[in-house]
């Protein structure tokens, strides 16, 4: 049992690998995907993990390319790194999750 990791495991050919992200930081990025989906911004996501990255894709609607990935990764030793990308586009890196999340709903706020 987890208790304050999200993990993955992936299989590929002979090694096996495990990825680790913070329970506080999955439960950060699924705040995210609530708000956005309360203001209608949003509709879907999804996550899939691969070899020391898991990446968290959000849609406008289920059948089109994700308007935001936001991807964790592990470069080395004890380095981690959160990426954002829109529309496939890398735009900002940080190794803070609140930073990218900032970045990310600063794109929605309303002009008055």
Known sequence: MIKNNFKAK??????VFVSYIKKNDFNTIMSLFSRMLDLNHWKDYSFTSEKNTITFC????SLENPIYKIIYE?????HR????FQQGTKVRTSESLEKIIKWV???YLRKI
């Not at 992936?10 to 090694?15: E, G, K, L, T, V």
């Not at 959000?58 to 609607?61: A, E, G, I, T």
């Not at 592990?74 to 004890?78: G, L, P, T, V």
């Not at 790194?81 to 954002?84: G, L, S």
């Open 58 to 61: 959000f849609y406008k609607n």
């Open 74 to 78: 592990k470069k080395y030793n004890n």
């Open 10 to 15: 992936h299989s590929a050919s002979s090694d």
């Open 105 to 107: 709903e600063s794109r």
């Open 81 to 84: 790194q959160w990426a954002v």
